[in-house]
């Protein structure tokens, strides 16, 4: 059984909020991803509940202001996003049967949601 597992930027003031309002449960898995980035294996499972990697994919970050993503497929998302922890977009709690990825208020209580379910 998949462990439920909460990605997330230490240094992020965002995730640091969000990880407080979800009142984290015993059993929950904390993973920095700047310490421990995201695994092949993780992403593909992250991914299994998107449509697509760029979903998972964070526009704003600095390094990539400077890439010409005009032609980008799929696989390039997913190339960056395993190349540097800043491409993934955070947090993103992976649990067995759904994943919720970014900070919007919307996601941020579909997670509350989801915890308490569990």
Request: hydrophobic share 40%.
């Amino acid at each position: 059984m998949l462990k439920a597992t909460f990605f997330y930027l230490k240094t992020c003031d965002t995730c640091r909020r969000i990880l407080k309002e979800l009142s984290v449960p015993d059993g929950l898995v904390l993973r920095e991803i700047k310490t421990s980035p995201v695994t092949p294996t993780e992403l593909e499972n992250i991914k299994d509940h998107f449509a697509s990697y760029e979903e998972l994919f964070n526009k704003r970050a600095v390094k990539f202001r400077s890439i010409d993503s005009s032609s980008f497929k799929d696989v390039d998302y997913k190339k960056l996003l395993l190349s540097d922890y800043t491409f993934l977009k955070r947090p993103v709690l992976l649990m067995e049967d759904k994943a919720f990825a970014g900070n919007s208020k919307a996601t941020v209580l579909q997670m509350m949601l989801a915890l308490k379910q569990k």
